[in-house]
């Protein structure tokens, strides 16, 4: 296999052109037509993640967020995204990202989300105007469940060390759920519309809590543990294609916010 062969299975699950304007998704760093025997896939690219990479003899790294997000004017090693870039490919290590185009993408990130949560009669929330399938966010439906119990359940399931969610809800009991993945406060409106009880997402500002914490209850479970899944989604992706390729998760990655 090259790094163009799983490059390209990658998006036929996510095209490319259903990325946000402002995202750089794509191959990051390395040559397409270099053999690849082995993957790591991790949510971050970092220097860590890079070390390991090499350590396991891994021939590319794929990664939800873009390791180049914003446009080089030079690789002189002068940043953190420099000396990375350079690590890896000297390494020969290609660097290749999903991102907006995975979160848009029909059983992309949030549809990952949904299906841990339990999630049934799935539908796209902020659904693209060319295509109904695709776009950001997803609601569904779960059996009625105790608000309280159903947090303890959203926590428990993403590993969330500590869940923000808006106290003044007057709602007590949880039949349908809206799923963002990443920052996804800008669709609580959607959720609100949508009939959600409920909105799983992340990076939820105080005011957003303040302003729409009476139409429904937001859940904040953290950017890092709402995007872990898309690692799965690769995986799947990687595996049923080329079964015999050597697949890693990330055992280095690290959440870069702390909580004591």
């Given at each position: 296999?090259?790094?163009?062969?799983i490059a390209a299975a990658i998006e036929a699950f996510a095209p490319l052109p259903l990325q946000e304007d402002y995202d750089n998704a794509g191959l990051q760093v390395g040559f397409r037509d270099r053999q690849v025997n082995a993957v790591m896939l991790c949510l971050d690219v970092t220097a860590d993640v890079v070390?390991?990479?090499?350590?396991?003899?891994?021939?590319?790294?794929?990664?939800h967020h873009p390791l180049i997000f914003r446009g080089l004017r030079s690789l002189t090693g002068a940043d953190e995204t420099q000396r990375i870039a350079i690590r890896a490919l000297e390494a020969g290590v290609a660097v290749y990202s999903a991102h907006t185009n995975?979160?848009?993408a029909w059983n992309g990130v949030s549809h990952e989300m949904a299906h841990t949560l339990g999630l049934t009669g799935i539908s796209v929330l902020q659904p693209r105007p060319d295509n109904p399938h695709a776009g950001l966010g997803v609601v569904g439906d779960v059996s009625p469940t105790p608000k309280l119990e159903f947090l303890r359940r959203v926590k428990e399931?993403?590993?969330?060390?500590?869940?923000r969610y808006s106290s003044q809800s007057p709602a007590l009991v949880v039949k349908r759920v809206a799923v963002c993945g990443g920052s996804g406060a800008s669709l609580i409106k959607d959720a609100i519309r949508a009939g959600a009880d409920l909105f799983v997402t992340g990076d939820v500002k105080y005011h957003?809590?303040?302003?729409?914490?009476?139409?429904?209850?937001?859940?904040?479970?953290g950017h890092y543990e709402s995007e872990l899944c898309s690692m799965k989604i690769f995986s799947r992706i990687i595996r049923q294609q080329y079964p015999d390729l050597v697949v890693y998760f990330s055992d280095d990655q690290r959440n870069p916010v702390g909580i004591i």
């Amino acid at each position: 296999m090259t790094v163009q062969d799983i490059a390209a299975a990658i998006e036929a699950f996510a095209p490319l052109p259903l990325q946000e304007d402002y995202d750089n998704a794509g191959l990051q760093v390395g040559f397409r037509d270099r053999q690849v025997n082995a993957v790591m896939l991790c949510l971050d690219v970092t220097a860590d993640v890079v070390e390991e990479a090499i350590r396991r003899k891994c021939d590319m790294i794929v990664s939800h967020h873009p390791l180049i997000f914003r446009g080089l004017r030079s690789l002189t090693g002068a940043d953190e995204t420099q000396r990375i870039a350079i690590r890896a490919l000297e390494a020969g290590v290609a660097v290749y990202s999903a991102h907006t185009n995975l979160d848009s993408a029909w059983n992309g990130v949030s549809h990952e989300m949904a299906h841990t949560l339990g999630l049934t009669g799935i539908s796209v929330l902020q659904p693209r105007p060319d295509n109904p399938h695709a776009g950001l966010g997803v609601v569904g439906d779960v059996s009625p469940t105790p608000k309280l119990e159903f947090l303890r359940r959203v926590k428990e399931k993403f590993g969330v060390k500590a869940l923000r969610y808006s106290s003044q809800s007057p709602a007590l009991v949880v039949k349908r759920v809206a799923v963002c993945g990443g920052s996804g406060a800008s669709l609580i409106k959607d959720a609100i519309r949508a009939g959600a009880d409920l909105f799983v997402t992340g990076d939820v500002k105080y005011h957003d809590f303040a302003g729409y914490g009476q139409d429904l209850v937001i859940a904040d479970i953290g950017h890092y543990e709402s995007e872990l899944c898309s690692m799965k989604i690769f995986s799947r992706i990687i595996r049923q294609q080329y079964p015999d390729l050597v697949v890693y998760f990330s055992d280095d990655q690290r959440n870069p916010v702390g909580i004591i």
